[in-house]
């Protein structure tokens, strides 16, 4: 790469000659390493550079996968709320039969009867879930075909409702007495609700009620009484209107959890 020339001036000796060669290939030893070290100084600088991005790029990806993770761990927890929230509430019946005449539970020596033969159909929620409405139901009709000419005229029944339920709060409350017309069909609803998870027992009381003009009042006779075996249900003792809110609020934290995992992605 250099070529040393060397020249003998007559005034200089050997030992000048050979100092001056050696100094002469030392400058062409630096300029070769200077040199060299700008080219791997700068390919050493590259691969630092990589180094760090390839070591940067890790935590990126580790941040981005968190977060994904998370957010999928917040839709499932909203989704189960919801999904417990709107649930279909399975719901229990019962029908049983008046039957026509005398009633057995008539007071002694009172023709009390019943003017027709009457079906009455009761429902129920199975369960159902803390502060949420539910309703029982109730429909009664004649076993005869509805509005018969030949029920037309007769005088109608006094019927006499009454639930009792432990734990519930029933709209409306107390007894219930109406005037069931010949030939038409009866149909009741209570909205019932409770605040505290656990079994709930009661039972609907039906009767019949006759004006007693000596007592100037109405005597009632008891028909039926019905069981009403229900259970209220609760999700970590939290009301449905709580785990409703909670799960729309998994969902909206999804939902940023997720866009703030694809923006690390992209960065």
Avoid at 50 to 72: D, E, F, I
Avoid at 74 to 99: E, K, M, N, T, Y
Avoid at 165 to 182: E, K, V, W
Wanted: hydrophobic content about 50%.
């Amino acid at each position: 790469m250099f070529q040393l020339k060397v020249e003998v001036a007559p005034a200089c000796s050997a030992n000048h000659i050979t100092i001056y060669a050696l100094f002469l290939s030392a400058e062409g030893m630096v300029c070769s390493i200077l040199f060299l070290s700008g080219i791997t100084g700068t390919q050493y600088g590259d691969n630092l550079m990589a180094k760090v991005k390839q070591r940067n790029q890790p935590r990126k990806g580790w941040l981005s996968q968190l977060l994904l993770t998370l957010s999928l761990i917040f839709l499932a927890f909203g989704l189960f709320q919801l999904g417990w929230a709107v649930w279909p509430i399975p719901r229990d019946a019962v029908q049983i039969v008046i039957r026509k005449g005398v009633l057995p539970g008539a007071p002694a020596g009172k023709a009390y009867e019943s003017l027709a033969e009457y079906t009455l159909s009761l429902s129920w929620p199975i369960w159902f879930r803390a502060e949420q409405t539910e309703n029982i139901q109730l429909a009664m009709i004649e076993a005869e075909a509805l509005n018969d000419p030949q029920t037309t005229g007769r005088e109608g029944q006094i019927v006499i409702f009454e639930p009792v339920m432990s734990n519930l709060t029933l709209t409306p409350p107390g007894r219930i007495q109406t005037n069931l017309a010949a030939g038409k069909e009866l149909d009741l609803i209570w909205d019932v609700e409770g605040e505290e998870a656990g079994e709930t027992q009661g039972n609907l009381y039906v009767a019949f009620g006759f004006y007693d003009d000596a007592l100037e009042e109405v005597v009632p006779v008891p028909v039926a009484v019905l069981d009403i075996n229900t259970r209220i249900v609760s999700l970590w003792g939290l009301g449905v209107n709580l785990v409703i809110w909670l799960g729309f609020m998994g969902l909206v934290l999804w939902g940023a959890l997720f866009v703030l995992g694809r923006l690390a992605q992209g960065h």
